[in-house]
């Protein structure tokens, strides 16, 4: 996928990848913030992701990271839902994120 990614298109794609990612992964709920959201990525956007795991492992945090990018070939960044480290973040960009 390249540079017309649209943030439907990544909408779709997690929804469909949603039980590979529970299964493989943890993924509880996965969504989409940042420019891709508001449909407004540049060629050099990265995709910009809220998730919630079953367990907050790193492992499986790395592995999402990994295999997303090569879905996507773009750079993924992953805020993790529940991550105490940065709850008024997390609170600003749960206003903005769309679940798949």
Do not use: C, H
Request: aromatic fraction near 10%; charge should be negative.
């Amino acid at each position: 996928m390249g540079a017309q990614l649209t943030g439907t298109d990544i909408i779709a794609l997690l929804r469909a990848e949603k039980p590979y990612l529970n299964e493989k992964f943890g993924v509880v709920n996965i969504g989409l913030f940042g420019s891709f959201a508001r449909e407004s990525p540049n060629d050099d956007s990265d995709i910009d992701l809220m998730v919630e795991l079953k367990e907050p492992r790193f492992d499986w945090l790395a592995g999402l990271q990994i295999y997303l990018e090569n879905k996507f070939d773009r750079k993924i960044e992953i805020v993790r839902k529940g991550n105490s480290l940065n709850t008024r973040f997390t609170r600003r960009i749960e206003k903005d994120v769309i679940y798949a």
